[in-house]
């Protein structure tokens, strides 16, 4: 599939964004703002802690965060093959209720000797994304899961062939998590939709693609003396499925995916964290190809790691 590596992935290229977003002001009691006390049964946000996975929450009203997300997919059949996604954005919390992200992309790639791709290399400005996720339920004391939906319209100007033209996407997110064991063990699962319209010069036409997944982890929170003087270390690991269609609805089906791996998520402190995440492809299948895994719409493995500052 075109676009950012699917599933949302070490960089050697890195761009520097900035944002103007305007922030609204936080509702109080009965409009829906949580109380201190709730806030403070709750101490792990689980948002970042799953890797590709999401998770529900977004923290506080009027928070702040800047946010730098390295995407990696590589590995195709033959040759070499890597493409990766540099993106700065801007988060803020107008309610406890909705989160905006706005942010540049930058784009880097190198492919070489691959089946039914052009050798190119090169890096560049990539594109524009935002998110607006909607928490439709609270995890807290009273309510044992989380309910989120996220939408992330992004335009981008290189696709995952390393050919330059425009695209437009917009990836769904259906987000649930739990807190299995209180303060240690998380789950979340997402259902996920992931239409794209993208240009097609050579064919003089503008192509229309999707795709559809699933994706579950579970998470553990670590005690000290593991913590090693951090505020928060989870480990976990996920599983996700896709599948790639060659129209915005569920049609023309041309392979599926599935990935599993580990995660990590470090939060140093009040205001930094680190996350990351590796998965590989261990089952699939491209449309009319007679060979285990799909690494025609799909790459062989990913990677992912977020470094989050709030302020």
Do not use: C
């Amino acid at each position: 599939m075109r676009g950012r590596p699917s599933f949302g992935l070490p960089a050697r290229a890195a761009f520097v964004a900035a944002f103007l977003a305007s922030v609204a002001p936080s509702h109080a009691g009965q409009d829906g703002v949580r109380d201190d006390a709730e806030d403070a049964a709750r101490p792990l946000e689980t948002k970042n802690i799953f890797g590709f996975t999401s998770g529900t929450d977004i923290g506080p009203a009027q928070d702040r965060e800047l946010e730098f997300e390295t995407n990696l997919a590589f590995g195709k059949r033959t040759g070499a093959y890597a493409f990766g996604s540099q993106a700065a954005t801007l988060e803020v919390n107008p309610t406890d209720w909705v989160e905006i992200d706005t942010g540049l992309v930058g784009s880097f790639h190198r492919i070489s000797g691959v089946e039914g791709l052009d050798d190119s290399r090169g890096a560049t400005l990539g594109g524009v994304e935002t998110k607006f996720s909607f928490v439709l339920v609270h995890r807290s004391p009273r309510t044992p899961f989380g309910v989120t939906l996220s939408i992330e319209p992004e335009w981008s100007r290189v696709d995952e062939s390393g050919r330059a033209g425009w695209s437009f996407g917009a990836e769904t997110r259906f987000i649930v998590d739990a807190e299995l064991i209180p303060e240690k063990l998380y789950a979340a699962a997402n259902l996920i939709y992931a239409p794209e319209f993208s240009s097609a010069p050579e064919q003089g036409r503008v192509e229309r693609t999707s795709s559809l997944g699933f994706a579950a982890a579970l998470a553990w929170a670590f005690d000290e003396p593991f913590r090693f003087g951090a505020k928060q270390v989870v480990l976990g690991a996920e599983v996700g499925y896709l599948r790639a269609y060659d129209q915005l609805a569920p049609a023309d089906f041309l392979g599926r995916a599935l990935y599993v791996g580990p995660t990590a998520y470090i939060h140093f402190n009040d205001k930094l964290f680190l996350a990351a995440a590796f998965s590989t492809q261990v089952a699939g299948a491209a449309t009319g190809v007679g060979r285990t895994l799909d690494l025609v719409n799909f790459s062989r493995s990913r990677a992912k790691m977020t470094i989050g500052v709030e302020f």
